[in-house]
C-alpha cells in the first residue's frame, strides 16, 4: 500500500456540498471553509468535476479523481491523520478481516450525497496501491463506535500482527485509535485515502490541512506502555515449564 495513506473525519455536510459542486448545483465557493483558498478550492473542483465526467463515461482514473478530491477537502475542516502503508484496505486485507465488516464502498457515499449512480459505481471499493492518488473506503459515523471496541478487546493480538507485517506497531496503533476516537466523540465517519496529503511537499497540502502522523512520543504514556508490551514477541517456556509438559504428555 501506497506510503500516502490517510484517513479524514468525514463532515456530512461538506460531503454534500462537495458532491453538489461536482455535479455543477454549487459553486467552488461552496467548498470554502477554515482557511481554505478559493482559488484551491477552484482548482480542486476543476479537477473533480473532469473527473466526473469521465467517471460517467466509466472511467475509473475519472472516479478516482472525484474520490481523492472529497479526501483533500475533508482535510480543511478535520485533522488528516497519517497512516503510512496501514489504511483501512491494508488493514482488511493483511491484519484483522473483521474490520471489512465495518467498511462501505466509496460508492454509497457518494450516492447518498446525490452523485450519480452510474459515476459512484465506477469508484473501486477499496484503495488500489497501483491506482495512484485516490480515496477509499469508509467507515460510516454509527459504526465507529463498534470500530473503537474492536480496535480496544483485540489490541494485543492486533499490535502484534502490526509487527509481523513489519510495521512500526506502537505509533501505528495509537495513531489508529487517535483517530477512531476523534471521530466516535463528533459522531463522525472516517474515510481513506492515498496522497491526499504528500508528507514531503507541504506546498500541495490543502490550505488549513493538519496533518497528524504517528508518533510514540505524543502518546500517552500508560497506551505507550501497555502498546510496546503488547508488540513484544511472546515468552518462550522456560526449561523446567518444557519438562514439565513433556512430561505430562507422556
Do not use: C
Not at 448545483?25 to 473542483?45: G, I, N
Not at 450519480?116 to 454509527?142: H, K, N, Q, S
Not at 512500526?168 to 466516535?184: H, K, M, N, Q, S
Amino acid at each position: 500500500m501506497s506510503d500516502g495513506t490517510t484517513l479524514h473525519p468525514i463532515d456530512p455536510e461538506l460531503v454534500h456540498r462537495y458532491a453538489a459542486a461536482v455535479g455543477g448545483a454549487l459553486p467552488a465557493e461552496a467548498l470554502v471553509v477554515a482557511t481554505t483558498d478559493p482559488v484551491w478550492s477552484e482548482r480542486l473542483l476543476e479537477r473533480a468535476a473532469r473527473g466526473y465526467a469521465g467517471a460517467l463515461r466509466g472511467e475509473e482514473r475519472g472516479a478516482n479523481a472525484v474520490s481523492l478530491g472529497l479526501a483533500q477537502v475533508l482535510a480543511t475542516a478535520h485533522p488528516t491523520f497519517y497512516l503510512p502503508g496501514a489504511g483501512f484496505s491494508f488493514w482488511e486485507a493483511r491484519i484483522d478481516r473483521g474490520l471489512g465488516m465495518l467498511l462501505r464502498p466509496p460508492s454509497r457515499l457518494f450516492g447518498e450525497a446525490g452523485l450519480e449512480t452510474a459515476a459512484a459505481r465506477t469508484m473501486p471499493i477499496r484503495l488500489d496501491a497501483g491506482g495512484g492518488a485516490m480515496g477509499g473506503a469508509f467507515v460510516p459515523a454509527r459504526l465507529v463506535p463498534r470500530l473503537r471496541a474492536l480496535l480496544e478487546e483485540r489490541e494485543t493480538r492486533l499490535v502484534r500482527r502490526l509487527v509481523e507485517a513489519e510495521l512500526d506497531a506502537v505509533p501505528l496503533y495509537g495513531l489508529l485509535l487517535e483517530a477512531t476516537a476523534y471521530a466516535d466523540e463528533r459522531g463522525l465517519g472516517l474515510y481513506e485515502a492515498i496522497d491526499a496529503i504528500v508528507p514531503e511537499a507541504p506546498e500541495a497540502d490543502p490550505p488549513g490541512a493538519r496533518l497528524v502522523a504517528p508518533d510514540r512520543k505524543r502518546l500517552d504514556p500508560a497506551l505507550r506502555k501497555r502498546l510496546e508490551e503488547a508488540a513484544k514477541p511472546p515468552k518462550q517456556p522456560g526449561l523446567l515449564a518444557r519438562l514439565r509438559k513433556r512430561g505430562a504428555g507422556g
